[in-house]
């Protein structure tokens, strides 16, 4: 049987405290017979003491390489590690706080090879916080009302989706739709994943493998997040002249009906009342929700208070998208994307 290579990218930039753990996990992890494996350290010119602690991994191991990403942004950091791989049989593409599991890499070979019409496979994802904040967040994003009907964070069966998080990719499939767009410095992994299907690949969530994830405890980063990751959606669907899911649609709606509710009043009390009296019910169930996931009864409100920082700030950031792109025509900025760093 011939040798079989398998190219891991790690985009990385000033993290110190979290790449040896990420590293090791990959090395850790079972291979299939007769697979060799190259893993690949894109730094974005970390001043954090991360290449030296990657200059330490290499000497336990060998096959583990640095690459400096001068650009700095994710995109190019992908591109980077593939192209430094070479032509290899499956890229796997892993965040520097990410822990895969052992068998992460040889189940998501082992769903390519049973089934060739998949062409992108990712696991599900546990979340790890630093602080009670981060705890708080995660609870919160592993709800469907936080984070939307069949987002891969909230799957709980294996199964075809249209994204996953911590992907493996067939290399021919680089080959067939070609490598990241690195104009887009959020929701590049939405863009090609959107590419995959448009071009009749298929992408399967698989429970079985599982990627814990070290979540940022802060409020203020998660809006700025969500923000961004709206204001980039629009640039998505622009470039490929179509919405990419349809539950993208519901923050920005959300945002537009709760600018409407004193509109409404300056009409007529009645549909005034009605407006507010919806909003009151998505007040309540958010607060449903948050009461049956919070693990302490005493949690519930701060639960409930991210899923209205997820959503508005998504939002927002969508109709901003939508005036910049859509209706100014304008490219991304350069503020744009400092903003993402």
Known sequence: MNEQKITVVIPCRNEVAHIAACVESIFACELPENFVMNVFVVDGKSNDGTVEEVERLQQAYPSLQLVENTKQLTPFAFNLGIYAGGKADYVQIVGARHILSSNYLIRSVEAMQNDPGIWCVGGKVENVFLNETGRIISVAMSSAFGMGLGNFRTLSESGYTDTVGTPMYRYEVFEKIGFFDELLIRNQDDDFNFRVTQAGGKIWFCKDITIRYYVRGNIRNLWRQFYQYGYWKVFV??????????????????????????????????????????FLLYCLL?????????????????VWFVFPVLHISYGLGYLKGILDFLVLRKQPSEHAGRLSR
Do not use: D
């Not at 649609?249 to 009342?273: D, K």
């Not at 996931?293 to 949690?299: D, F, L, Q, V």
């Open 237 to 278: 669907n622009r470039k490929h002249g179509a919405v990419t899911t349809m539950r993208q649609l519901v923050p920005p709606a959300f945002v537009l009906f709760l600018i409407s509710i004193p509109l409404w009043f300056l009409v007529h009390c009645i549909p005034g009342l009605i407006a507010a009296g919806m």
């Open 286 to 302: 958010g607060m449903a929700v948050a009461f049956r996931i919070a693990e302490k009864k005493s949690e519930v409100f701060a």
